[in-house]
């Protein structure tokens, strides 16, 4: 997987993560776009405030980088609770939530990122710590074993993944409220960065900010990204100072294009586009011609190509559209599969 991607909407390294804490939001005013999610969650807070009660466990999905981690510590410092953060894959045994649960006091906020990769048994763990905030612990085994029963204080989980349809109902069934994020619209990204660029004192005209914003893919993570990267080459290259000339120049250098696209984007419609004749092909089989990962093309590429329409995932494959043939400069050679197929996860 191209790990150091430009235009990936993962988090990088840790240093990334640090710099992008420090641009986050710390009220819910503060937060840029998503205002459905917003105004229900601001009323949800404002009634268990009055109530003098813990929210209801909260989960939020959507693709990465649009602000899941962001909101679940807007909503602890909304609330006045501590937050505690974990992730899925950190907690392999039920010791491991144990630790956390015990140590949550009243109202506060447990956060775990990436929750549809926890472990059945640690899910089942978590199952009556959610409903009747106690849980079994069983100490030892064989025929020493017991089992001890701990209540807890009413805390509230916040939950995030990329890929709801892989937690169990069960799980899923145990949250209060779900909410889905969306892509941000070049608007809100502009917003944010101008944010972003007041805290970091860097001087940009608003139009530097705005191409930065339409290149960023509906992605905060990417839009903060691209920043960083502009930034440097304007202290470098230029006086320091954000315009459109020195945005361009410095997006040239990373390739990416007008619609936020880089190469590995455009290499994939030119290989269904070329070597498929604009598909259907597998997926299995793109990423065997360009010598990717499956999952770094159904992560990273597919979830913006559908949504500006250069792509179709059909039952037998992905298909390329007429406006991504005429932006990577190719011809159209017609779809040849109906379009109202229905999408097939399984390709």
């Known amino acids: 997987m191209a790990i150091d991607r430009v235009l990936s909407s993962e988090s990088m390294s840790e240093q990334e993560e640090h710099f992008n804490s420090a641009l986050r939001p710390k009220t819910l005013d503060e937060v840029v776009g998503q205002n459905s999610v917003k105004d ?34 807007v909503i602890a410092a909304e609330m006045g609770s501590a937050i505690r953060v974990s992730s899925g894959p950190a ?18 906020i447990l956060f775990i990122d990436e929750i549809h990769r926890l472990s059945t048994s640690v899910e089942e763990f978590i199952y009556p710590a959610m409903e009747d905030f106690k849980v079994d612990f069983t100490v030892d085994s064989g ?31 145990r949250f209060g409220m779900m909410y889905h994020l969306e892509f941000y619209s070049p608007d809100d990204l502009a917003l944010i960065l101008e944010r972003s660029a007041r805290l970091l004192n860097l001087p940009s005209a608003d139009s530097a900010l705005e191409m930065i914003a339409s290149r960023s893919r509906g992605t905060p993570r990417i839009a903060n990204r691209l920043l ?21 120049k410095a997006l040239k250098m990373e390739q990416i294009d007008e619609l936020g696209l880089d190469e590995l984007d455009r290499a994939v419609l030119r290989s269904i586009a070329t070597v498929y004749d604009g ?30 329409g250069f792509l179709r995932r059909t039952k037998k494959g992905r298909e390329i559209t007429e406006a991504a043939c005429k932006h990577i400069g190719v011809k159209y050679k017609g779809s040849k599969t109906p379009v109202h197929d229905e999408q097939d996860d399984l390709l």
């Open 143 to 173: 025929l020493h074993a017991k089992t001890i029963n701990f209540p807890l204080k009413r805390f509230t989980l916040i939950g995030a993944t990329t890929r709801a349809g892989l937690l169990s109902a069960p799980l899923r069934g």
């Open 279 to 308: 598909g259907p092909a597998g997926i299995e089989a793109i990423a065997a011609t360009l010598g990717e990962e499956r999952d770094t093309l159904e992560d990273v590429v597919e979830p913006y190509m559908l949504q500006i």
């Open 91 to 108: 907690l392999v045994k039920q010791g491991d939530v144990m630790g956390l649960l015990t140590n949550v006091g009243s109202g506060d």
């Open 228 to 248: 960083k990267r502009v930034r440097d080459y304007a202290q470098v290259k230029g006086s320091g100072q954000l315009s459109k000339d020195v945005v361009d």
């Open 40 to 73: 229900k969650l601001s009323i949800a807070i404002q009634a268990a405030k009055q109530r003098n009660e813990p929210l209801e466990h909260i989960l939020f999905y959507g693709p990465p980088g649009l602000g899941k981690t962001t909101l679940a510590n």
